[in-house]
């Protein structure tokens, strides 16, 4: 990979920001490095954790948080997932829309004259409602999802690479719960594979009469 490289330089609107830990904005900071002209960050939650010296969750909580706050765009080709920075771009290259912390000033300034502050708080609510949206786990997570659920690792890859052919839809909407998911596909395969087990064991009407007729039972 090839990126921008800037050094340590985190910009004020980042460093100042309070809802992000240092381990965010230095993530931010190094993800937009990548970003650019067609490049993306395909770095993996073992190789940050390994350069971070931090914990593999606060690594892939720490994603999550940055695309639910509207930092970053998460995508999987099916094979790696690629990462590349969204909001204001031009924090550090000049391009890119309204962050999350400017529309969040914004309404409290909005509210100084106008609202209160509990009806400035609701705004802020609604707002960070509408920017997580829904996350897509990582492979990783879907793993050990459905080992802890006591079904296996190769079941989770199959979860994460169907719904993520599928774009995470099911049906003509956007999946909105992927572990309530994840829990009906282990089900559904747990009815299969009792069914299955039970038409093999269980004798076929002739075979019925076959053994009574011999006196097997």
């Known amino acids: 990979m090839q990126r921008e490289f800037k050094g340590v330089w985190i910009p004020k609107e980042v460093w100042l920001n309070k809802e992000l830990s240092l ?29 971070y010296k931090v914990s593999r969750p606060t690594i892939s909580k720490s994603l999550k ?50 609202t209160s502050i509990n009806t400035v708080k609701e705004q802020v609510k609604e707002q960070v409602k509408k920017n997580r949206g829904f996350t897509p786990p990582n492979l ?17 890859e199959k979860f994460f690479n169907f719904y993520t052919s599928k774009g995470w839809m099911v049906g003509k909407s956007k999946m909105k719960d992927w572990k309530a998911a994840a829990r009906n596909w282990i089900k559904r395969n747990n009815n299969e594979q009792r069914n299955t087990t039970t038409s093999k064991t269980s004798p076929s009407r002739d075979e019925f009469d076959n053994y009574i007729r011999h006196g097997i039972i």
């Open 65 to 114: 948080k940055l695309q639910g706050m509207g930092f970053i765009k998460i995508e999987f080709d099916g094979r790696r997932r690629k990462v590349t920075y969204q909001a204001d771009r031009k924090n550090f290259t000049g391009r890119g829309k309204d962050s999350f912390g400017q529309t969040v000033n914004n309404l409290r300034a909005a509210g100084k004259n106008s």
């Open 140 to 156: 990783e997570e879907c793993m050990s999802t459905f080992k802890e659920a006591g079904s296996t690792t190769d079941e989770g």
């Open 23 to 51: 381990t965010e904005k230095a993530l931010l900071a190094e993800i937009d490095s990548f970003t650019g002209e067609g490049k993306a960050f395909y770095k993996s939650n073992e190789t940050i954790q390994e350069e």
